[in-house]
């Protein structure tokens, strides 16, 4: 539909609905909104066309006796105009969308913000792009294959490694710490494993292999309890007791770590000052997470390696206390990030 037929219909649509009109005074009073909004005038055969067009293919309840007007109640062959104010807040949910910025199959977004004046106004949210970062070109059409449920063949190269195929069932894309994760099950087994789209090389769509559902509800909620995205079939959630001091309390109190997080109070923290009296002041925190592959001894466990990443950043601000095996990787990590510094100071 041409845009000016378009304002015909939209020009109708408001005139059936008041009602009781002849073909001549909707003729009269269509041609006089055309002219307030700078359009050229049509003849009443344009109008009779138009109005046999809106009952014929659009399906308008048009009644044609005598007069013109909707016999159903309240009908409308277009929505309600936006106002200004849902024409902003939808403008910025569009903008949260912002680390899409650049990606070509995404111009949709833009070319709708556009379109709402977004340009007009600074935005007022601000979300960190990723536009730059490797294998953002993989997002459209890995969205694509997800909504479409279609099994590919990804070819895969891990850091460090060498290029691997794998038949996957991709089930979700997943945001962790500025990095793109394509979430999907292996053919053959049914494993659960996570790719990050920066390391994808390629893939094609295996149209002839029948795709299969996550079978355990919905795959966002395996993340819920997790640190990061990478989460072992053996893994339980564990208890991790820490002490953070005053300056870092604040910060993580109000920024959880975990959904399962606890400020431990009473008597369980006098118990905890007691235990470790060298502690002095800060606040002892309980957390639930899965922290590892359980696979024989302590020793012996798979780390969590996002999980170590996330509690060695707050450095001697937070100092894990149990599980001991979780103390001793992270007590590894930031011994060893100390002999490095020690070789390059002078």
């Known amino acids: 539909m041409d845009t000016h037929k378009r304002e015909r219909f939209e020009i109708l649509d408001q005139l059936l609905q008041k009602g009781q009109l002849v073909t001549?005074?909707?003729?009269?009073?269509?041609?006089?909104?055309?002219?307030?909004?700078?359009?050229?005038?049509?003849?009443?055969?344009?109008?009779?066309?138009?109005?046999?067009?809106?009952?014929?293919?659009?399906h308008a309840p048009i009644n044609y006796e005598g007069r013109f007007r909707y016999y159903t109640e309240d009908f409308t062959l277009f929505h309600e105009k936006m106002s200004d104010k849902e024409r902003e807040l939808i403008s910025e949910v569009l903008r949260t969308l912002?680390?899409?910025?650049?990606?070509?199959?995404?111009?949709?977004?833009?070319?709708?913000?556009?379109?709402?004046h977004a340009e007009e106004r600074k935005p007022i949210l601000s979300f960190t792009s990723t536009?730059?970062?490797?294998?953002?070109?993989?997002?459209?059409?890995?969205?694509d294959v997800i909504s479409n449920k279609q099994v590919i063949n990804v070819s895969y190269r891990?850091?460090?490694?060498?290029?691997?195929?794998?038949?996957?069932?991709?089930?979700?894309?997943?945001?962790?710490?500025?990095?793109?994760?394509?979430?999907?099950?292996?053919?053959r087994d049914n494993f659960i494993i996570n790719f990050a789209i920066d390391r994808i090389k390629d893939f094609c769509i295996?149209?002839?292999?029948?795709?299969?559902?996550?079978?355990?509800?919905?795959?966002n909620q395996r993340f819920t309890d997790l640190v990061g995205v990478t989460l072992h079939e053996n893994s339980k959630l564990e208890q991790i007791i820490i002490w953070v001091d005053d300056n870092t309390f604040n910060y993580v109190d109000t920024k959880h770590i975990t959904r399962f997080q606890t400020t431990k109070k009473g008597?369980?923290?006098?118990?905890?000052?007691?235990?470790?009296?060298?502690?002095?002041?800060?606040?002892?925190?309980?957390?639930?997470?899965?922290?590892?592959?359980?696979?024989?001894?302590?020793?012996?466990?798979?780390?969590?390696?996002?999980?170590?990443?996330?509690?060695?950043?707050?450095?001697?601000?937070?100092?894990?206390?149990?599980?001991?095996?979780?103390?001793?990787?992270?007590?590894?990590?930031?011994?060893?990030f100390k002999e490095r510094y020690s070789k390059i100071r002078t």
Request: proline share 4%; glycine share 8%; aromatic share 12%.
């Open 24 to 58: 001549r005074q909707l003729h009269k009073m269509t041609n006089g909104e055309l002219n307030k909004r700078g359009l050229a005038k049509v003849s009443l055969r344009v109008i009779q066309k138009d109005l046999k067009e809106m009952k014929e293919r659009l």
């Open 267 to 336: 008597i369980e923290e006098r118990n905890l000052r007691n235990q470790y009296p060298q502690l002095e002041g800060g606040r002892f925190i309980e957390l639930y997470t899965y922290v590892c592959e359980l696979n024989g001894e302590p020793e012996d466990k798979y780390k969590n390696y996002e999980l170590v990443r996330e509690l060695s950043s707050y450095a001697g601000g937070l100092l894990v206390l149990t599980p001991k095996y979780l103390q001793n990787q992270i007590f590894e990590k930031i011994t060893a």
């Open 131 to 143: 536009a730059e970062l490797k294998g953002t070109k993989w997002l459209p059409r890995l969205f």
């Open 98 to 116: 912002g680390q899409f910025d650049g990606l070509k199959d995404f111009e949709w977004i833009q070319n709708y913000m556009i379109g709402l």
């Open 158 to 187: 891990p850091f460090g490694g060498k290029t691997k195929e794998y038949i996957l069932h991709p089930y979700l894309l997943k945001e962790y710490n500025g990095r793109w994760y394509l979430i999907g099950a292996i053919d």
């Open 206 to 219: 295996k149209d002839k292999i029948p795709y299969r559902d996550y079978s355990n509800g919905d795959i």
